[in-house]
Each structure stands twice: as C-alpha cells, then as structure tokens.
C-alpha cells in the first residue's frame, strides 16, 4: 500500500449539484465528532509509513488547521499530500497549512473543482462560483510568491466535472466550447503569470472535462455525448477520456499487467476512518445513523435510490479493519478480468439487439474493445459496488453513455493520432 485517503471532513457548506454525498443534519454531527479523532487518523497513517496522503470527505480545506503537520511529517516515507477542494472557502487556510508543511521535501498538490465559466459552474455550484473560484486561486498563488517554501513543492491543478444538462446546453450552442476553453487558458495565463516562486507550478491543461458519475445515463444521453465528444474534436478540446484511451494503446503490450491499469482503489491505495475501505467512495456508509438519515430525508440524489436497494450492505463487507483481507478479496478484480470483460460483453451485445447501444457492438471486435476499455480506462470499483451489488459488474448506465457512438469517436480520434492523421 503506497497511498491512504484518511476522511478529514463530513459536513460542507455547499451543496454542488453532482455531490455523490447526500447532505442530512447527521453530517454536522459526524463532522464534529471527525474532528475529534483527526489525530489519531493521522497518526495511524505515520505509522504506516505511507507515501502519499489524501485528505478527503465534503471540503478538506476546513479541518486543514486542525490536521497535527508534524505527526504527519514524522513519516520518513512521505512524498505527497494532496486533497481536492472547491476553493469557495478561505484560501487562507490552505496558504497556512503549506507554510506548516515547508521546508520538508514533500509535494502538496491542490486539485481544484472548477467546472467552467458561469453557464457551467454557477449552475452545479452556486452563482458566483465561476467569479469567485479564480480569484480565490489566485489569491492563493499570490500570497505564495517572495516564500521560501525549502524542499516543498506545490501544484495546482483543475477538475472539470459537467453534467447532462451541461452537455445540452454546448451541443446546442458549440460556440460555448470555445468559451470553456477560453475560460480556463486565461486564467492559467494569469497564474503562470503572478507565479515566479521556482517551487509552486500551475498544471497546464487539467481542464479536459470528465462526465458526473454516479449518473442515471440513457442511451439517449449517450448520443448526445457523442455529439459532445465530436463538437470538442472540432473545437480542439480533448475530453479526459481520450487520454484514457491513448494510454492504454501506447502500452498496449503491458495489457497483461492487469493493475498497471485499473483503479489504484483497493490496490496501491485505500481509503482510512479508522477502518479500510476500497476508496473515499465509502466514507460514511459504515454509520448506521447516517444510512437511516439518508432514508428519512427527501433528497434529490442517485444514491438515496442505491440506498433503498440495499446496495448498503453489500458495500459494507469491503470496509474492515482487516487489511490484509481486504487487500486479498480485491486481488480478484485487479489481477483477473476474464470475468469482468465477458460481463461487458455479453451485455454489450444484449443491449445492442435491443437497440440501446450502438449496431456496432454487436461484432465481438468492438465489444472486447470497449470491455477493455471499461476495465483500463473507466474501472471504478466502489462505483461497481453501489450500482450493481458487485466489485465486477460495470453499471449498464456508464455502457449507454459511451456506445452510442461516443466511444466510436474517441477510439478512431487516437488512432489517426496515433498514426498522424487528422
């Protein structure tokens, strides 16, 4: 085990319109009594000698101050520290908790959640976000600059995440890509230029954008992804998904090294509460009372439905303190995928007889194709779990969205790349 994502935060101030979490008064409960036990999470990861430490939960920036920066320093082995955040909340903070951090040889990597201009972000965040979020960022940068950080490093990167409705709205209007690209180069122009500390860097290009998930995706969604995927092309945007895809071509000949290429979730990393779990997607389903709150509150989210299945409980056999035999069930889904690739397949070619995928997937070619590509480039398998009860079995809602002629799209786009074409 290389990385541990340790639960820092349960409660958030935000309520952004694809959060995976379902938000009750509990969490202001859970979030308290967190805050309590911060130390000793901390100190069991030292213990651990763990590489790269990720704080996670609603928005780590808010227990940033509280997290105890010698005991986490205290581990030889550390080389990162990471935690993504939404930037809304005072930028202060995450200022402070980089000083604490210098001049130790670690990398602090902050992954910001910027969606895009204000016709993206203010709708799935809240208005003003799109304003805001920047000039926080750069806030951020700014107070970093004249610092002797040491051996400490600092990145900043961004995370775009659109939703259906996003997607509409840009294939009606293509000339909205161009505003999203525009978007993001002007203010990476505006960081690199406030930015002349050697050990702080803004990533370029982090904008490529990722789809919501969990999503309830239709195969009428997934064609309108494709006429998505194909106005991004033609606007000179790559989607995060090529990327995925190129990967797995240009070390195609180390296919057979199966984790290599699926989620480092219950691989090389696993989530920490003070039990294991495969991922941070896990968090707070071990509470009973929290799982019961959910239940009694009327909240408009994809989970509350997996809830009521009783998905709960099958999650819940892969939270344990036992690591080493959970280390040992997932063995079973990095190193073998015979099972997991048939799956795709078989309902692959099921789905296109009845019209919900593309024709095409109805040659085994383009089938195992795709299968592949589910297991390299989309594997998820916390998010396996909550949909379909199984580790193994990828969600019949991720293969409608991309075989309707999305994935086509994106495979013949790296190919011609590949080749030299265009």
Avoid at 38 to 51: F, H, W
Avoid at 261 to 278: E, L, M
Avoid at 352 to 360: F, K, M, W
Wanted: charged share 25%; aromatic share 10%.
């Amino acid at each position: 085990m290389e990385s541990l994502e340790i639960l820092t935060t349960a409660w958030c101030p935000f309520n952004c319109k694809y959060c995976y979490i379902p938000k009750t008064p509990m969490t202001v409960r859970m979030h308290k009594e967190l805050e309590g036990k911060l130390s000793s999470l901390i100190r069991d990861a030292a213990k651990l000698r763990i590489k790269h430490i990720g704080f996670w939960g609603t928005e780590p920036t808010l227990t940033l101050s509280k997290i105890d920066v010698q005991e986490l320093l205290s581990n030889p082995s550390l080389e990162t520290i990471s935690f993504s955040t939404s930037m809304m909340y005072k930028p202060e903070v995450i200022r402070e908790f980089i000083m604490r951090v210098a001049p130790h040889k670690v990398n602090v990597r902050v992954q910001v959640s910027l969606d895009g201009p204000a016709f993206i972000t203010d709708r799935n965040r809240m208005e003003g976000a799109a304003e805001r979020i920047p000039q926080n960022l750069k806030q951020l940068v700014c107070s970093l600059q004249g610092v002797n950080l040491g051996e400490t490093t600092v990145e900043f990167r961004f995370k775009a995440t659109l939703t259906i409705d996003n997607l509409k709205e840009m294939v009606r209007e293509p000339k909205l890509i161009d505003e999203y690209k525009a978007y993001f180069e002007g203010i990476e122009r505006e960081l690199i230029k406030a930015n002349t500390n050697r050990n702080v860097r803004i990533a370029r290009g982090t904008y490529c954008p990722t789809m919501m998930v969990p999503g309830k995706y239709t195969s009428e969604d997934g064609k309108i992804f494709c006429s998505f995927v194909k106005e991004c092309y033609a606007h000179d945007l790559k989607t995060a998904y090529h990327y995925r895809l190129r990967r797995i071509y240009d070390y195609a000949y180390e296919l057979h090294k199966k984790r290599m290429f699926t989620c480092s979730g219950g691989d090389s990393n696993f989530g920490y509460d003070g039990s294991f779990h495969i991922c941070h997607r896990s968090f707070y389903l071990n509470r009973d009372d929290y799982v019961q709150s959910v239940l009694q509150t009327d909240i408009d989210n994809w989970d509350v439905s997996l809830f009521k299945l009783g998905h709960i409980q099958h999650v819940r056999r892969y939270i344990t303190r036992d690591l080493v035999r959970l280390q040992y069930v997932l063995r079973g889904h990095h190193d073998f995928w015979k099972f997991d690739v048939s799956s795709v397949v078989a309902r692959l070619q099921e789905l296109a007889a009845c019209g919900q995928v593309s024709e095409l997937y109805r040659d085994d070619h383009w089938a195992v194709k795709f299968a592949i590509f589910s297991q390299a480039g989309l594997d998820c398998p916390m998010e396996n779990l909550l949909n379909t009860g199984s580790i193994h079995i990828v969600p019949v809602s991720l293969i409608r969205l991309f075989c309707n002629g999305a994935f086509e799209e994106i495979d013949r786009r790296v190919r011609s790349e590949i080749s030299g074409r265009k």
